[in-house]
């Protein structure tokens, strides 16, 4: 990935790449074995680790997304909000950049198309025509667009919990009106990439040799029928500015609701060079 830093009058400010800019290294793994639920019922470790199977059942839903990058002293959030087709494995999402000291808007919001192996950006910005798109191939991205595009995909999020390990019960919630049961551990990506459904398997083997490590701690957050309402990831790589932390949070609501996401015809993408 390549690092693009905007200067501001509070110093230098590291973004994700694509809509914002990242640098990783490979790292190594770790893990451990699931515990046992509480009064809900069955083991904790298997119900997050069906969290994709459940989706994809689901169908859709609306979707929420957070993005928190911090290096030194400094804290960039990037949010978006849309919905997610699990069934067609695409979704649509405006990510929202963050203001300048002064206040107003640094760059327009951006809106991606995210699709199995693809991401499709319009208001990209570094010379890209305002009617165009740009299209990337997650697979060659060094995170597999975990982080790249400023939003985790939801389906991503939720097929890295495939390789869930140690998973503990941490209790009943209310989330948006709904009761849901907190649960925490970590995942591997390298796992989750050889246990993953075959649209996410290139993208997420690529991540797993784009970050300092493999393994990443998450907060999920299941209803009773097992639906992932909320997941939160914590990612690390490292640059020449030393070790970056990320944490992506992902929010699902309003199940069912129809969501239309169609991808730009060939003319509407752009061909030309892109400004770093």
Not at 144 to 154: E, F, H, I, K, R
Not at 155 to 176: F, H, I, K, M, N
Request: glycine share 12%; hydrophobic share 40%.
């Amino acid at each position: 990935m390549v690092v693009q830093q905007h200067r501001r009058r509070s110093g230098a400010v590291v973004v994700a790449a694509a809509v914002l800019g990242m640098a990783a290294t490979s790292g190594c793994s770790a893990g451990g074995g699931a515990v046992a639920d509480d009064r809900w019922g069955g083991g904790a470790g298997d119900r997050v680790r069906r969290a994709a199977d459940v989706l994809a059942a689901t169908g859709s839903s609306r979707a929420r997304t957070s993005m928190e990058t911090a290096t030194g002293g400094t804290r960039v959030t990037i949010r978006g909000e849309g919905g997610y087709d699990f069934r067609r494995r695409m979704g649509q999402l405006v990510v929202v950049l963050p203001k300048d000291p002064s206040g107003a808007d640094e760059h327009s919001p951006v809106t991606e198309l995210l699709a199995p192996g693809a991401l499709y950006m319009k208001n990209r910005g570094a010379g890209v025509p305002a009617d165009k798109w740009v299209r990337v191939d997650t697979t060659t991205l060094a995170d597999g667009n975990l982080v790249t595009g400023g939003a985790t995909d939801p389906l991503a999020a939720a097929e890295l919990l495939r390789s869930a390990q140690g998973v503990t019960y941490v209790g009943d919630e209310r989330l948006a009106g709904t009761t849901v049961r907190h649960y925490r551990g970590t995942t591997d990506i390298a796992r989750a990439a050889r246990v993953a459904e075959p649209h996410a398997r290139a993208s997420l083997a690529a991540a797993a040799k784009g970050f300092a490590k493999d393994t990443v701690p998450f907060d999920a957050y299941l209803d009773e029928q097992g639906r992932l309402r909320k997941v939160r990831h914590r990612f690390s790589f490292t640059n020449e500015r030393g070790t970056v932390a990320v944490t992506s949070t992902t929010l699902l609501y309003d199940f069912g609701a129809p969501i239309v996401v169609r991808l730009p015809e060939e003319r509407d993408i752009y061909a030309g060079r892109i400004r770093a």
